[in-house]
């Protein structure tokens, strides 16, 4: 059962004990003084965008719960439904916004962080999400889907930075190691070996060179005597 779905099941029950009792829900939200009809409103709202949302209809989702926080801007679940639902419609500076204020309104809830990071990584705030992915798998080592984004991350974000290199400086042993690592994930070994000898009489002692020259080695066929 997904972290979101234990979330809704957890709304509804509080919202169906306050709908009997005839006060408002709280559902782990801060209190809220505002007017008791505009907070079973509120209420009514966010059940339907939990709904919408459960059913992949997004806009549709984003919709009531924007009005459920237009009726109760302290509804920290609103707040991050409505994150995650403007992060599906690829809205990312709206859906850090919200999540933002989820975070705030309940900070160190691990479905906020976990959407929060993955939503900085989306805007290319990196070093954000990745501090923010970090700091969650301290807390929930076993977040298997928080493991998966940040090493994907990591993997895309080093690959950018090999790439900038290689634009900025072909020249230089850098330069000439980023070329190699793609000749060589091309398949086009001696193409590899080139670049990699290249970057290596540049600078001898670059971390890992030897190590390239020999794992491309391997592909290389020995010369006919």
């Keep these: 059962m997904t972290g979101r779905l234990l979330i809704f099941l957890s709304l509804s029950a509080t919202l169906a004990h306050a709908g009997q009792s005839g006060g408002p829900a709280h559902a ?24 919408k949302h459960l059913q992949n209809k997004f806009a549709e989702a984003s919709q009531a719960f924007e ?7 302290r509804l920290w679940s609103s707040h991050l439904f409505l994150g995650i639902d403007y992060y599906r419609e690829n809205r990312f500076p709206e859906a850090l916004r919200q999540l933002e204020a989820a975070d705030r309104l309940k900070p160190d809830q691990r479905e906020i962080r976990f959407w929060l990071g993955a939503t900085q990584l989306a805007l290319h705030r990196s070093i954000e999400g990745f501090e923010t992915l970090e700091a969650l798998l301290d807390k929930d080592p076993n977040n298997v ?11 895309d974000y080093g690959t950018q930075l090999l790439n900038t290199v290689g634009e900025k400086y072909p020249d230089t042993a ?7 690592r793609a000749h060589e994930f091309e398949g086009s070994y001696e193409a590899a070996l080139q670049a990699y000898r290249r970057a290596a009489a540049k600078d001898p002692q670059r971390p890992g060179i030897r190590e390239a020259i020999a794992r491309v080695l391997q592909h290389t066929p020995s010369p006919q005597n």
């Design 28 to 51: 782990g939200q801060s209190a809220w003084t505002g007017d008791s009809d505009a907070a079973r409103q509120a209420e009514t709202y966010q059940r339907l965008g939990l709904v």
């Design 67 to 73: 009005q459920a926080l237009r009726l109760n801007p």
């Design 174 to 180: 850098a330069g000439l190691e980023v070329q190699g």
């Design 145 to 155: 889907e928080a493991l998966r984004l940040l090493a994907e991350s990591y993997a």
